[in-house]
């Protein structure tokens, strides 16, 4: 069936997309939307109070929340926060870490050895551990807006963890700078430029298009740990209702922001947690299955051209 992980990936990854981009000018419903509560009567046997959250329906595909939001709505308008984020703050990792790593790496100096320790030693650290205990008290109730909170909170990702590419690309590229067609190309005179733009980028280009995709499903990963603790993309409303338990609401309604607010109805309602969850695991899937193609793309052009 040839490289249909590849193509699978590919399809998955672009309907994702479209969705963030054109996904509030197909939602039923404004973001802010409430489907309203109140009594019905058609007799005096056929009486009662209609109340949310209401199941799927015609009316509402994938029903409502206890507040009576749209849940496929909040999906829609969410979606932008949660993949862009992913996408860019794995782009700025490749970017500055991959940079780094190679430009460091085909230096190969031995003073260079601190800093590329430094960085694996960052790299180690789990970042859940920093980006939460930095976040804690800025995210919740916070009085910056919901741009400045995303990109508050990108910038913190990117430089978590941007070490690890760097400790990734610098052994990549050291191990590449041993390679005889490098030391014949510096023997005959070519400079550092010349041998970074003609011979390691062509050779690392398939390494870094892995890891960026990587990147995607680790940084989804890490929104995905950090709303389950209640630090939502864009900020959290944190409210005490009285006897009732505490409430936490994503402001920007991003998806995993979405299953950590309703992470509660696991035994109840069930379908107001279901509905993000899958979507969050359709979007994680996605990217892991466009990972793999890649990989087995490379890999397969690598047993065709093993000078490559």
Known sequence: MGNWRLWLGIIACSFLILIAIFGPFFAPYEKDYVEPTGYYYNSSDDFGFYTSPYPPSKKHLLGTDQWGYDIL?????????????????????ILIGGSLGIWFGLSNKEKKKTK??????????????????????????????????VLLQSFLM?????????????????ELRKEQFIIATKALGAGKLRILWKHILPHLRGTLLVMFVKEIILVLTLIGQLGIFNL?????????????????????????????????????????????????IFLLFSFYMLSRGIELKHKSTLQKFPHI
């Open 116 to 149: 590329q320790s430094i960085f694996g030693l960052l790299g180690s650290i789990p970042a859940f551990l920093i980006v939460y205990f930095l976040l804690v008290g800025i995210t919740i109730n916070s009085s910056l807006s919901v741009m400045e909170l």
């Open 158 to 174: 990117v430089i978590i963890g941007f070490p690890g590419v760097y400790a990734a690309t610098y052994s990549k590229t050291s």
């Open 73 to 93: 709505t909040l999906l829609l308008y969410g979606a932008k926060y949660t993949l862009f984020v992913g996408i860019g703050v794995a782009f700025l990792r």
């Open 232 to 280: 939502f993309l864009g900020g959290t409303i944190f409210r005490l209702g009285g006897g009732d338990p505490p409430v936490y609401i994503s402001i920007s309604r991003d998806w995993a922001g979405l299953i950590g607010q309703w992470r509660s109805f696991v035994y109840d309602s069930q379908w107001i947690l279901y509905f993000p969850l899958l979507a969050f």
